[in-house]
């Protein structure tokens, strides 16, 4: 299986304690996701985050409706925590939150491995400019949110 990496981070300035309670909720990946997905939470609330948790979703990829199922396999608030596709869009994915305090505020640090059908080839094409994007909107909506300087981020 062919894998592919995606790393971002994102200063924010609002303490970890503020900032871990945000991501903590499902129902606010509604907010960071963008709009064109059309994402939704499809798990009745309130969801529990522990490990072991199962959340579904509903979304629209490139207009093809998908569902998607992740399971929380790592919980360590406020530290991070870890989600992992168990059924949708891609043959593996597996992104780590993590949250460290620095400079009076927390960087928010996201690293996905992933694979996809039809490998190298469909990530170059679709897969890793899409995942791009959707975390572009997420630093966005972030900053907006919680305020922050794009010149701080990693």
């Given amino acids: 299986m062919n894998m592919h990496e995606f790393h971002d981070e994102q200063w924010l300035p609002r303490k970890r304690d503020e900032l871990v309670p945000f991501f903590a909720d499902a ?5 960071i996701t963008p709009p064109w997905l059309h994402f939704q939470v499809l798990t009745p609330v309130p969801i529990e985050m522990r490990v072991g948790q199962v959340i579904d979703y509903r979304l629209r990829v490139h207009g093809v409706p998908v569902r998607w199922r992740s ?4 919980w360590d608030p ?7 596709q168990r059924r949708g ?4 994915w597996r992104h780590e939150h993590a949250f460290c305090e620095q400079d009076g505020g927390t960087l ?9 059908t039809g490998g190298a080839l469909v990530n170059a094409l679709f897969v890793a400019r899409d995942v791009r ?10 900053r907006a949110l919680f305020g922050g ?5 990693g």
């Fill in 27 to 31: 129902l606010n990946l509604e907010t």
């Fill in 133 to 142: 994007r959707i975390f572009a909107f997420r630093r966005e909506k972030l």
């Fill in 149 to 153: 300087d794009a010149r701080r981020d």
């Fill in 89 to 92: 869009p891609y043959r593996l």
């Fill in 71 to 74: 399971e929380i396999t790592v």
């Fill in 108 to 116: 928010c640090v996201d690293h996905v491995r992933y694979a996809v």
């Fill in 78 to 84: 406020p530290h991070r925590f870890v989600d992992e």
